[in-house]
């Protein structure tokens, strides 16, 4: 059985996702805390739930989802792990969160490794297929653990409506041909944690979301 704890962390705000089972193996999903107190707080949760992180996966590369990738490089040794198309953003990091108004930054680590469209995360007794979902970013990834029925969209897909698609990331019509292609085939009761917001259901979706009519 998997185990998800939703972190809300940093200004914008962003869900991080701890997911582990009963090895106690655990992956990391868009590490993003920023301030003190958050790194403290999570921190806290790691050590109070005796778990070892194995994994840190990037949904994509925009700052708010990798502020706190070098915490996690200096306290527990592990690199992040994203997707190619997306390293211009990590390259230009620094300079894109100061336009942001965001003065106090601190550099990027390089990646561990570069994930894919069919590739495969393992940790503990369970995995993730990776689908490729580009259009919010040309990266952007979806992770997906059949057996549990749990998806995690980054900010491909929220709860009844899509990410933005204005910063440079291919376009809202390449955006909605990836979901329609790859996500609402996934069986209906597949719960779906995207980047910021609430959780959802793939049905859901289906029925609500204007964007998929």
Known sequence: MLNIKTFEFNMLPENTYVVWDETKEAVVIDCGCY??????????????????????IDTHLHFDHVFGNRFLWETYGIGAEAHRADQPWLDQLTDRIRSFGIMECEPPVPLKGYLD?????????HAFTIFHVPGHSLGSLCF??????????????????????????????????????????????????????????????????????
């Open 144 to 213: 997906y653990c059949a057996e549990e029925h749990v998806l995690f969209t980054g900010d491909v897909l929220f709860r009844f409506s899509i990410g933005r698609t204005d910063l440079g990331g291919g376009g809202e019509e390449l955006l909605l041909d990836g979901i329609r292609r790859k996500l609402l085939p996934l069986p209906d009761e597949t719960r779906i944690y995207s980047g910021h917001g609430p959780a959802s259901t793939i049905g859901e979706e289906k029925k609500y979301n204007i964007y998929l009519r």
């Open 117 to 125: 469209e069919g590739d495969v995360v393992k940790f503990g007794n």
């Open 35 to 56: 301030y003190d107190s958050e790194k403290e707080e999570f921190k806290r949760f790691i050590q109070a739930n005796g778990l070892r992180i194995v994994r840190l």
